[in-house]
């Protein structure tokens, strides 16, 4: 999936303050109905294990659940909610 691969590309680089962890909701169900996840890709951000509300403009504050194109968008995504 492409937004793995962007995941994995800049985990080295981000991490010193973030850490990336892949989980297949087919394996964890407990996540999709505490965390409402329905769409094939969804990236969320937690801080010392809570969630952390993000504003990307498009009414869903919860997660981000398209796919980036470049590794450089996640990195800067990454620090600014850092």
Not at 70 to 75: A, D, G, P, R, S
Request: aromatic letters at 14%; charged letters at 25%; a negative charge.
């Amino acid at each position: 999936m492409q937004q793995d691969e962007i995941l994995y590309k800049c985990a080295e680089e981000v991490s010193n303050f973030a850490v990336v962890y892949l989980v297949d909701i087919t394996e964890v169900p407990d996540f999709n109905t505490m965390y409402e996840l329905y769409d094939p890709c969804t990236v969320m951000f937690f801080f010392r294990n809570r969630h952390i509300m993000v504003d990307f403009g498009t009414g869903n504050n919860n997660k981000m659940n398209w796919a980036l194109k470049t590794k450089q968008e996640m990195i800067d995504i990454l620090e600014t909610v850092y």
